[in-house]
């Protein structure tokens, strides 16, 4: 519904902010049809208003045209468009649940916390309200007037694909809670499954369409590579994700979609579209009070309401806020660029087990010390099932190292040991599971998963340790690579004769990216002895592995090709290379060609070279303050 301008004697008695004070955070006076910041400051003949959030229903189905149905059991594209029926209004309160109840993924808390400063819906570039107004009514009538259909059996088809082949790596949801919050929500008795859901549980649940669609072993999609068999879905759930984002207040099944679709984005390569979302996930999260789901209970300067929430609930936003942070972390890591989520200023333990969370037992978790020298002691007392928080704590671990290795004036000598050894100690913390020296992970159809996260640890360490090694000090001497480069290799070599080949591709897709650090920054006495053509053979079929199900293990592969030719080729001699789109957009990997805050570095050009037409509002994109660059390109699938 599109925004009408009233006259000043006919507004209501609540003044609202025009779209213009909202983007620059003043004090509208709320007059109509022109505010007095707008008529004096900006010249304007005309306010425009947000139209008022509130939860809508979208009478139709999303869709770009054509239906899907099921084929013998496969996913069957046909030409049939059938005529949308009425949604229905559901509202459902906050409570607190004490079992894996359905409601834990109904519709979560709508208001704002009083903190919260309202986002900012404007835009960047100089433009004329009226005319990003009428682009998002276009949009909602897109949105409305397209349909789409998936029958309840192919989408419980690729709900329980998403259990077996993505939860393993990225934990989000309470399997049981949410299989019964799947039959009461999807319509079984319908054609059409997504019929009359809410914005935010349809984007949910296409996002998780996008990213179990991969592994789907339909008819219909066998023509069409792996990587790209969720683009439908992730194409819709754009849509959606751009009419919610004017429409919805921040909640958590809200939160938990758009993490989805970033993954989905992030998965198929860097690009503005997944670098938007990403942040707009870290400001609903701060916005939802996730940052200090345990400040309460540790300092009693968090949320008081956190300590009456039942463990489930309170599991599940901690979970959600582990995700944000890596989608933050790797972002920033791979772009040598700030993080978004301030590490000095939140306070979540890790998450518990899985085993411990489906069954209800309440298992104490730790809450990290993001300082040098401490990290290892959240390991101290951790059971054998936590594999997914050891991940977590070496993640933590890489993303110090990354932050000292982006310090234009390096860091202290003595900071740099600490960060070093810190790798050892995490290594010496790990529960008996992780030590791949003396048993192997036994890889079966149910212990992958947690097989999985220790050969994760095992490769996030190894690239600690490179990168480590390479943290430019004070004095400006040069790091010592020599006597290490070859041990960083024989690692890397350990780890990877311990994973099992059949799943590689179900483990988390990022690592394929923890093998380039390793591979290339080798010096010269390494790269030309013997050895060093099997380290990176074996490396490059790992990364071959990920590519049979994720565009990221091709990239990878196309960084470390990449990282060969400019070990032979300086871009003194060869600009082409500095030139390359990779060297631009994963600067990480190319620190001969660029430096991180170097003016000759590359800027937000870097993602917009991937980028195809944007079809997203600008309005949506324009929430997200620190990345305004990123308006001129767009990712679509």
Known sequence: MGNQTKSPSSRS???????????????????????????????????????????????????????????????????SIHAAGDGRDQQSPRQNISTASPQTYAS?????????????????????????????????????????QIPHSTAMHLIHLFFEKIQPWMPMFHRPGFLKFCGQRLNACDEDALRGLDLEERLLFLAIFAMSARFSTSNATSETKAPDRGERFATLAKKTYDVARDELEPSLTFLQGCVLLAFYYYTSGLCAQGWVIVGVCARMSYALGLHEIDGA?????????????????????????????????????????????????????????????????????????????????????????????CF???????????????????????????????????????????????????????????????????????????????????DGSSPQLQSNGLNHMLRLATVIRNWSPDYIS????????????????????????????????????????????????????????????????????CPDLRDSDLTKQYPLYFSSFYKPHDPASPDDEALSKDCRPSTCSTQALAVVAPYSSLLDCSYTT
């Open 13 to 79: 008695h609540t003044l609202r902010a025009c779209l213009e004070c909202r983007r620059t955070q003043s004090n509208c006076d709320g007059a109509r049809p022109v505010c007095g910041i707008c008529l004096h400051e900006k010249g304007l003949s005309r306010c425009w208003l947000r139209s008022p959030r509130r939860r809508r229903q979208v009478n139709g189905n999303l869709a770009a045209g054509g239906a899907v149905v099921p084929g013998d059991g496969v996913l069957q594209s046909t030409e």
């Open 108 to 148: 979560s808390p709508r208001r704002l916390r009083k903190t919260a400063a309202p986002p900012s819906r404007g835009n960047f570039e100089d433009r004329n309200p009226a005319d990003g107004q009428s682009g998002v009514d276009t949009d909602r009538s897109n949105v409305r007037n397209d349909t789409f």
């Open 297 to 389: 209970e540790h300092d009693g300067d968090g949320d008081p309401t956190a300590l009456e929430w039942d463990p489930i609930e309170v599991e599940r936003r901690r979970r959600t806020w582990w995700l944000v942070w890596e989608l933050d972390c790797f972002g920033s890591t791979v772009l040598q660029r700030p993080f978004a989520i301030d590490q000095r200023r939140w306070a979540v333990r890790l998450p518990m087990s899985d085993g411990a969370w489906f069954g209800g037992r309440l298992e104490h978790c730790e809450l990290l010390t993001w300082e040098p020298g401490q990290i290892w002691r959240a390991l101290v007392g951790m059971g054998s099932h936590d594999e997914r928080a």
């Open 392 to 474: 977590l704590v070496a993640n933590v671990l890489l993303s110090l190292v990354v932050d000292r290795c982006q310090q234009k004036k390096g860091i202290a000598l003595e900071e740099k040991i600490t960060l070093e050894n810190d790798v050892n100690c995490v290594l010496l913390a790990l529960p008996p599971a992780f030590d791949l020296t003396t048993q192997s992970p036994m890889f079966d159809n149910t212990s992958f998963g947690r097989c999985n996260w220790i050969i994760g640890t095992h490769l996030l360490l190894a690239a600690s340790a490179c990168l480590a090694a390479g943290i430019k000090v004070w």
């Open 506 to 573: 179900l483990a988390h897709p990022f690592l394929a990216y923890a093998l380039a650090p390793i591979l290339g920054s080798e010096p010269p006495s390494v790269r030309s002895s013997p050895p060093y053509p099997s380290f990176y053979n074996l490396a490059t079929l790992v990364q071959r592995r990920f590519a049979e199900k994720w565009k990221v293990g091709d990239i990878a592969i196309d960084i470390g090709a990449l990282r060969e030719k400019t070990d032979t080729a300086p871009s003194e001699t």
